[in-house]
């Protein structure tokens, strides 16, 4: 494989920032008693950073699918040799900006009633799989790192989900 263990790490890393918003509604927070939070405020301060970490890695993969390079050192799927691809609508994108990856006057309560994740999740899956098996394909004897960190993530992006479909 001619792209650093570090840029696979990266990419790899970025799926589980993707499915947080997931894995705090379907496995943490039915374990927590709301009540046992300290301050009112960490609950939903918890659920909201896992939406937006999850909207923003998203955004993220956008990016690295279109080929968006803003600077000289942005990874891309063409880095990979592999094609490019859209996730995000034009509005999505938009509303990611301006609700939760920037300061505007349009931000707003980011609660998970306002957004589709599951929907944005879902788009993303299928283009995700796929280009992780692609690397997965690239990977020769001596990419035995790389190709362990991309089999997990593809069996995390799996249980993920069957997560976001129960």
Same mark, same amino acid.
């Given at each position: 494989m001619k792209n650093s263990y570090e840029q696979v *790490? *990266? *990419?790899?890393?970025? *799926?589980?920032?993707?499915?947080?918003?997931?894995?705090?509604m379907?496995?943490?927070k039915p374990k927590l008693d709301e009540l046992q939070l300290y301050l009112p405020y960490e609950y939903g301060a918890i659920a909201i950073s896992c939406l937006t970490?999850?909207?923003l890695a998203i955004r993220k993969f956008d990016d690295f699918f279109q080929n968006k390079?803003?600077?000289h050192d942005d990874v891309t799927v063409?880095?990979?040799?592999?094609g490019p691809g859209s996730i995000l609508t034009e509005a999505e994108r938009k509303d990611i900006n301006k609700r939760i990856a920037h300061f505007t006057t349009a931000m707003d309560d980011a609660g998970n009633e306002c957004w589709a994740i599951d929907d944005l999740l879902f788009r993303l899956s299928t283009p995700l799989r796929d280009f992780l098996t692609f690397l997965a394909e690239q990977c020769g004897d001596e990419d035995k790192g790389e190709y362990f960190e991309i089999s997990e993530t593809i069996k995390y992006l799996d249980s993920s989900l069957e997560l976001l479909k129960s």
């Amino acid at each position: 494989m001619k792209n650093s263990y570090e840029q696979v *790490v *990266v *990419v790899c890393s970025t *799926v589980s920032a993707c499915f947080s918003c997931v894995s705090w509604m379907a496995v943490v927070k039915p374990k927590l008693d709301e009540l046992q939070l300290y301050l009112p405020y960490e609950y939903g301060a918890i659920a909201i950073s896992c939406l937006t970490s999850s909207l923003l890695a998203i955004r993220k993969f956008d990016d690295f699918f279109q080929n968006k390079k803003m600077r000289h050192d942005d990874v891309t799927v063409s880095d990979f040799g592999y094609g490019p691809g859209s996730i995000l609508t034009e509005a999505e994108r938009k509303d990611i900006n301006k609700r939760i990856a920037h300061f505007t006057t349009a931000m707003d309560d980011a609660g998970n009633e306002c957004w589709a994740i599951d929907d944005l999740l879902f788009r993303l899956s299928t283009p995700l799989r796929d280009f992780l098996t692609f690397l997965a394909e690239q990977c020769g004897d001596e990419d035995k790192g790389e190709y362990f960190e991309i089999s997990e993530t593809i069996k995390y992006l799996d249980s993920s989900l069957e997560l976001l479909k129960s």
